[in-house]
């Protein structure tokens, strides 16, 4: 059985909208998809009617699958976040102690850091085009025609 046909009735029951479990529009997974672009317009007028706050609990009570977005204020206070360290301080080369984004997983014994910030604008320019096969010569001229800063 699909998720969203067994998860339908009960939405609907915990939304109080009983009468879209049988509604021929709506009554099954492909009678869903195709009428979307309406049963959005439905599930939106049903969620907007209440915050987050007054949602949560009724979502939780009947064991729906649900997830909150968030702000970005919200996100970096995240106790999920904060525990599985996606969000961490380190020194940045020119800003000093900053947070930033860590990488999302983790691989076993091999713990991720951040080792530097991102480059400034035309940091490394140079150095990737030294890299690329140019030469100072190349550089210079680009430079002069302000092809590159």
């Excluded at 970096?76 to 940045?92: G, L, Q, R, S, T």
């Excluded at 014994?109 to 490394?124: D, L, M, V, W």
Aim: include cysteine; aromatic fraction near 10%.
């Amino acid at each position: 059985m699909q998720q969203s046909e067994r998860f339908w009735p009960i939405f609907c029951k915990a939304v109080e909208k009983h009468d879209l479990i049988d509604d021929p529009k709506y009554n099954s997974s492909l009678k869903r998809h195709e009428n979307r672009v309406d049963l959005i317009k439905v599930i939106d007028e049903i969620i907007f009617a209440k915050n987050q706050q007054e949602w949560e609990p009724v979502f939780h009570e009947n064991g729906l699958i649900f997830g909150m977005v968030q702000t970005p204020d919200q996100v970096i206070k995240d106790a999920c976040v904060i525990e599985n360290e996606y969000i961490v301080e380190y020194e940045h080369f020119s800003q000093g102690k900053i947070k930033g984004i860590n990488c999302p997983f983790q691989l076993g014994k091999t713990h991720s850091r951040i080792i530097s910030g991102a480059p400034e604008f035309s940091q490394n320019t140079e150095e990737t085009l030294l890299g690329l096969g140019y030469t100072w010569e190349d550089i210079s001229s680009l430079k002069d025609e302000k092809i590159i800063p």
